[in-house]
């Protein structure tokens, strides 16, 4: 049972602790609303948990072999968070804008999770820890127990995101808000470059 406990703490703190995914889930439940934000914190664990079952089953290998493949994911990561920087700098910050801005989707949140450096580092370390051999069952207890946990952490920052929506129930709050999160998604990007 402690190999669980061990397990679940690791999900814990690589799930929880600050990165681009859960930014976003910020942002969308200041925006959107719990509800409407879940979309993207599901995508966001399914995407992640098929990350980790695969690299438990052999994916790092790949990247090993082939090392100008994990440059060209950085790369594509470092993009995308500019992009979503990008996105939220340029929101206006009104709340009832009739459904003009959409919340971020369940493919959004998958993909924000295979271009995310913070994902694969906790895919390998964890696997690394746990699952080093590439026992099958193993691989799946660990995906299991990290299913749950990365759901509920990303849920839970969806979550203060309502919180932040009640303190700050203007445009003007909200603008405030995700240009900060946007300073943060850039300097996540920009020190991926110097990394």
């Known amino acids: 049972m402690s190999l669980m406990l061990s397990m679940a703490a690791f999900a814990l703190a690589s799930s929880i602790s600050p990165g681009p995914v859960n930014i976003v889930a910020l942002s969308s439940g200041a925006r959107h609303g719990l509800p409407a934000s879940l979309r993207h914190v599901t995508g966001a664990t399914l995407g992640f948990t098929l990350l980790l079952v695969l690299i438990g089953l052999g994916l790092h290998e790949v ?9 060209a994911i950085q790369w594509a990561g470092v993009l995308f968070l500019l992009y979503m920087a990008w996105k939220l700098a340029s929101d206006d910050g009104r709340l009832n804008a009739d459904g003009q801005v959409k919340p971020p989707s369940m493919l959004y949140g998958a993909t924000m999770q295979w271009l995310n450096p913070k994902a694969w580092l906790a895919c390998v370390a964890g ?8 026992e099958t069952l193993r691989v799946w207890q660990f995906a299991l127990i990290y299913l749950v946990v990365c759901w509920l952490s990303i849920a839970s920052w969806a979550w203060a995101g309502t919180f932040i929506r009640r303190l700050m129930d203007n445009a003007k709050g909200l603008r405030l808000l995700n240009r900060s999160l946007a300073l943060l998604l850039a300097a996540c990007a920009f020190y991926l470059l110097l990394a």
Not at 127 to 134: E, V
């Open 127 to 134: 696997m690394g820890a746990f699952a080093s051999n590439g």
């Open 63 to 71: 990247l090993v072999y082939w090392p100008w493949l994990t440059r």
